[in-house]
C-alpha cells in the first residue's frame, strides 16, 4: 500500500461541495435534478460556492444535457458559462459526464457500444475544456447497474443478474475508454472513481448472502484496477450466473485505469440488515435470492451496535487499494441538526484516519449543495419533496444559506466547527432509532456505541434552548420535536421565568446559559383580551420585548418568538405575505404587532413568526380535534363558512421554527401549511378523513357567532421569503395516521409494561 509523504499526512483533508445533478430515466421520462432544483438557470449559484471557500466542485457536463442528439449536434454554451465561471472563481471542476443516466435516446446501459459513445463525448468535452484536469466518466457505476438492470428502478428497467451484470460491464469499460479519451488532450487528467460502498450485515443463516453484497460492493474499482480475473471471487457469478464473457472481464485487466482519486458516497441508509425472520418486518421489506427468503432493511434501524461508519469504509478503501480516497458526497435529508451532525460525524472520521493511520483521505465532499428532489422514492416519481442541502431553494431570490453553510466555511478554513446543536448525537446514534427488534451484527455483540442521550434539561453540559410557555400547545410541541431531534432545551413555565419581568428573564438567562430563547407563551384567548386588554398585553407585547432586551444584551443569545394572522383586517382577500401592511382589528392582533415592533427594535437578529390556527395530534384543544371528536359521537357541528385562515400542524410549525432557529433565520417569516380553506371546508375535510358523515357539519355566516372580538373574514397565509411548510392537504393525512397509530402505540406500550 502506498504511503503518503509527511506533508500530505499532516494537512488535513480538503473540502469539495457538489450539486446534485442526477439525470436519470423512468420509462420515457428524463428526470432532471438540475432543473428541478433550478440551478440550471442561476449562474450566481457558482458564487455562492466560492463563499463557502471549498477548493473544488464535483460539477455535471452531462450527456444527456449537453448532446442528446449525438456529440456533433452538442450545445456546449450552458457548460462553457459555467466552467468559465469556476475558473475565475479558483474553484477546480471535477466534470461528471454522466451521473445516474443512461446516456441520450439512441443508447442505454445495455447498449454494446455505450463505452465508445461515451467516450466521443468525453474527447469532446476534453477538447473544449483542456485545462479541466478531474472527471468522473460515470457516477456509481454498480449503483446505477443495480437500481436500472437489476431492481428495475431506472431505465432500462431490467430485474435480472445478467443485464445488471451487463450494465456494469459497459459503464466501466466506459470509463476506461472515457479516461483514455480524455487523456489523449490532457496527458495528466485524473480519474476520480465514485461508489456506493455500504456494507451489508445479516443473521447466521444469511452471512453468505452477506458476504456476497460486500464483496460485490467493491466490484466498480476492482475492475477498473485490474482485479476481477479467474482468481476473483465473484468470477463465477459473473460469469456463469450473469452470463459475462471471460474475455469482456479479462479486457479491465488489460487495460487497467486504476482511479487516482477512490470516491466512497456513504449514506446512512446504504448500510443494510438481510434477516431470514421476515415476520418483524413489513411486507415491502421482503425479498429473496431464490434460495432464502429474508427481508432486507436498513442495518440502522435494527443493529443493535449501530454502523460500521464512515471511518471503516475509509480505511477498506484504502487498504484495498492503496490509493487515494475521498468521500465524494456526505448528505442526509433529515433535520438541520442532523445534517450537521452527519457532515462532522464524517469529517471527524476523515480527519482520524489521516492522522492516526496514515491514510491519504483527499476530501470530504459537502453533496447536494442546493438540495435534492424526491430521493425519497429513489427518483421514481416527480413528488415534489424538497430535502435543503448548504442551501435551500425555496423561495424567489437567491438560494438562502442554511445552518450548514457556516459550518462549511468553517471546516474550509479552519477545520473545525463549534454549535451547541453539534454537542447531541445523531438519531443514528440514539437508541430511538431501532425500528425493530434489535439484534447483533455480528455472532458476538457488543456493547451498543448508539446509546441514547439526555433529551430533557441541558443534557451532558451542552447549552440549552430556553422555550418559555410550558402549559401550551407550542410550548409542549416545540419541547417534544427539541427531545425528538436530540437537541438540549429547557421548558419553563411563568413560575420559572415571568417573560414580562427583566429580573426574572435575567436571572433565567443567567442560571440556564441558553443559546437561543423560543418564546411560545403568550396570552391566547382572542375574545377574553377585549376586557382583559392590560393582561394581553402584558403577555404578548411586553413580555417578548423584555425578552429581546435581555437577549441583546448579553449577545450570541438567539430569540423566535410567535405572532398572529390576526394582525391583518382582511380586506386583501389574497394569502398576505410578509411584506403587507398590518392592520388588526381586534385587542388580541394589537398586542401581537406590538410585540413584533418591539422585538425587532430592540433586536434586529430577532426572528418573528407569524402562522395560523393550529391542529395537531398532540392535545385535545384544537379545532380538527374538536370537530372529530364531536362527529364520533355523532353530533352536529358548526363551523363559519366565511372565514378563511391557513390551518397550521403544529408539528411542522415546530420543525420548520427549529431549522429556521438554527439557520440564523431573522426578521418577519409566515410559517403556516400551503393552502386556504374555511373553517367550515376544514371541518368536512376532517369528516371525510375520518370516515364521519360530513353532513353533521353546519357551515354557518361568522356573524352567527357570538365573539366580543372582531375577526378578520381572511387571513390565509403565504411567504415572499420561502415556502417551509408541507402542504394542508399533507398535513391533514398525516394528522390522521397520527390519530389513528395513537391507540395501537399505547397498547403496545401497556403490553411492553413500558
Same mark, same amino acid.
Given at each position: ?116 459513445? @461515451? ?103 476492482? !475492475? ?24 469482456? @472481464? ?117 453533496? #447536494?449543495?442546493?438540495? #435534492? ?5 429513489? !427518483? ?70 448508539? #446509546? ?39 421548558? @419553563? ?99 401581537? !404587532? ?108 361568522? #356573524? ?12 390565509? @397565509? ?37
Amino acid at each position: 500500500m502506498s504511503t503518503p509523504n509527511r506533508e500530505t499526512r499532516d494537512a488535513r483533508p480538503e473540502v469539495w461541495a457538489g450539486a446534485e445533478c442526477t439525470v436519470n430515466r423512468v420509462g420515457e421520462d428524463y428526470f432532471d435534478q438540475l432543473a428541478l432544483g433550478g440551478h440550471d438557470a442561476r449562474l450566481a449559484d457558482l458564487d455562492l460556492l466560492a463563499s463557502l471557500k471549498v477548493t473544488a466542485v464535483r460539477y455535471p457536463v452531462l450527456w444527456e444535457r449537453t448532446a442528446p442528439r449525438g456529440v456533433e449536434r452538442a450545445d456546449f454554451t450552458w457548460a462553457d458559462e459555467r466552467l468559465a465561471r469556476l475558473r475565475e472563481l479558483n474553484l477546480r471542476p471535477v466534470v461528471g459526464l454522466v451521473h445516474h443516466g443512461s446516456g441520450p435516446l439512441e443508447t442505454n446501459l445495455l447498449d454494446a457500444a455505450f463505452a465508445e459513445k @461515451l467516450a466521443r463525448y468525453a474527447r469532446a468535452v476534453a477538447r473544449r475544456y483542456p485545462w479541466v484536469a478531474d472527471y468522473t466518466p460515470v457516477n456509481e457505476p454498480l449503483t446505477t447497474a443495480r437500481f436500472s438492470a437489476l431492481y428495475g428502478h431506472w431505465y432500462p428497467h431490467a430485474r435480472d443478474p445478467r443485464p445488471f451484470a451487463r450494465a456494469l460491464v459497459n459503464q466501466c469499460r466506459a470509463v476506461v475508454l472515457s479516461m483514455r479519451a480524455v487523456r489523449e488532450v490532457n496527458p495528466e487528467a485524473r480519474l476520480v472513481q465514485t461508489e456506493d460502498l455500504g456494507k451489508t450485515y445479516s443473521t447466521p443463516q444469511l452471512a453468505y448472502q452477506a458476504e456476497f453484497e460486500n464483496e460485490r460492493r467493491w466490484l466498480t474499482c476492482d !475492475l477498473l484496477t485490474g482485479r476481477v480475473t479467474r482468481a476473483h471471487a465473484l468470477w463465477d457469478y459473473l460469469t456463469k450466473s450473469c452470463g459475462v464473457a471471460a474475455d469482456d @472481464l479479462l479486457w479491465f485487466a488489460d487495460n487497467p485505469c486504476p482511479p487516482d482519486i477512490v470516491g466512497i458516497n456513504h449514506y446512512l441508509t446504504s448500510e443494510r440488515f438481510l434477516d431470514h425472520r421476515r415476520a418483524r418486518y413489513p411486507a415491502h421489506t421482503h425479498g429473496g435470492n431464490g434460495r432464502d427468503a429474508y427481508a432486507d432493511v436498513e442495518a440502522v434501524r435494527v443493529c443493535a451496535e449501530g454502523l460500521s461508519g464512515p471511518r471503516v469504509l475509509l480505511r477498506e478503501a484504502w487498504k484495498r487499494y492503496g490509493l487515494p480516497v475521498a468521500v465524494t458526497e456526505v448528505h442526509l435529508g433529515c433535520t438541520r441538526e442532523e445534517q450537521m451532525r452527519w457532515l462532522k460525524e464524517v469529517w471527524d472520521a476523515a480527519c482520524a484516519l489521516r492522522e492516526e493511520e496514515g491514510a491519504d483521505v483527499r476530501a470530504v465532499t459537502v453533496w #447536494s449543495a442546493f438540495g #435534492s428532489h424526491d430521493w425519497h422514492n429513489l !427518483l421514481t416519481r416527480a413528488e415534489g419533496r424538497y430535502e435543503p442541502g448548504v442551501f435551500d431553494v425555496r423561495g424567489a431570490g437567491a438560494p438562502r444559506p442554511t445552518a450548514l453553510a457556516p459550518m462549511v466555511r468553517a471546516l474550509s478554513e479552519r477545520g473545525a466547527y463549534e454549535h451547541p446543536a453539534l454537542d447531541g448525537a445523531g438519531w443514528w446514534r440514539r437508541l430511538e432509532r431501532l425500528c425493530y427488534p434489535p439484534v447483533a451484527r455480528r455472532s458476538s455483540a457488543r456493547k451498543a456505541s448508539a #446509546s441514547g442521550v439526555a433529551h430533557s434539561g441541558a443534557g451532558g453540559g451542552s447549552r440549552p434552548i430556553l422555550i418559555t410557555g410550558a402549559t401550551g400547545t407550542l410550548g409542549r410541541a416545540l419541547a417534544r420535536v427539541c427531545r425528538a431531534r436530540g437537541l438540549a432545551y429547557e421548558l @419553563l413555565a411563568r413560575a420559572d421565568m415571568d417573560i414580562a419581568d427583566a429580573r426574572s428573564v435575567a436571572s433565567a438567562l443567567d442560571a440556564y446559559e441558553p443559546w437561543a430563547v423560543v418564546n411560545a407563551a403568550g396570552y391566547v384567548r382572542v375574545d377574553d383580551a377585549e376586557v382583559d386588554a392590560e393582561r394581553c398585553a402584558r403577555e404578548n407585547a411586553e413580555g417578548p420585548a423584555v425578552l429581546a432586551r435581555e437577549c441583546a444584551r448579553r449577545g450570541g443569545v438567539a430569540l423566535v418568538t410567535f405572532s398572529s394572522d390576526l394582525v391583518f383586517d382582511g380586506a386583501k382577500r389574497a394569502p398576505y405575505v410578509e411584506s403587507d401592511a398590518p392592520a388588526p382589528l381586534n385587542v388580541y392582533g394589537r398586542t401581537k !404587532l406590538a410585540a413584533e415592533r418591539g422585538v425587532l427594535a430592540a433586536m434586529p437578529d430577532a426572528l418573528v413568526v407569524r402562522t395560523s390556527a393550529f391542529f395537531g395530534p398532540w392535545d385535545e384543544y384544537n379545532f380538527v380535534t374538536a370537530v372529530v371528536r364531536a362527529l364520533a359521537r355523532g353530533e352536529r357541528f358548526a363551523a363559519a363558512s366565511d372565514e378563511t385562515v391557513s390551518p397550521t400542524y403544529v408539528p411542522d410549525l415546530a420543525h420548520a421554527t427549529l431549522d429556521l432557529l438554527l439557520d440564523g433565520g431573522r426578521g418577519v417569516w409566515h410559517l403556516a401549511n400551503a393552502g386556504e380553506t374555511t373553517w367550515a371546508e376544514l371541518a368536512r375535510r376532517a369528516a371525510a378523513l375520518f370516515g364521519y358523515d360530513a353532513r353533521l357539519v353546519d357551515a354557518l355566516p361568522s #356573524s352567527s357567532f357570538a365573539r366580543p372580538a372582531a375577526r378578520p373574514l381572511y387571513t390565509a @397565509l403565504a411567504s415572499e421569503r420561502a415556502s417551509l411548510m408541507p402542504t394542508l392537504e399533507d398535513a391533514l393525512g398525516r394528522y390522521a395516521r397520527e390519530r389513528e397509530e395513537r391507540p395501537r402505540a399505547r397498547a403496545a406500550r401497556a403490553q411492553s409494561g413500558d
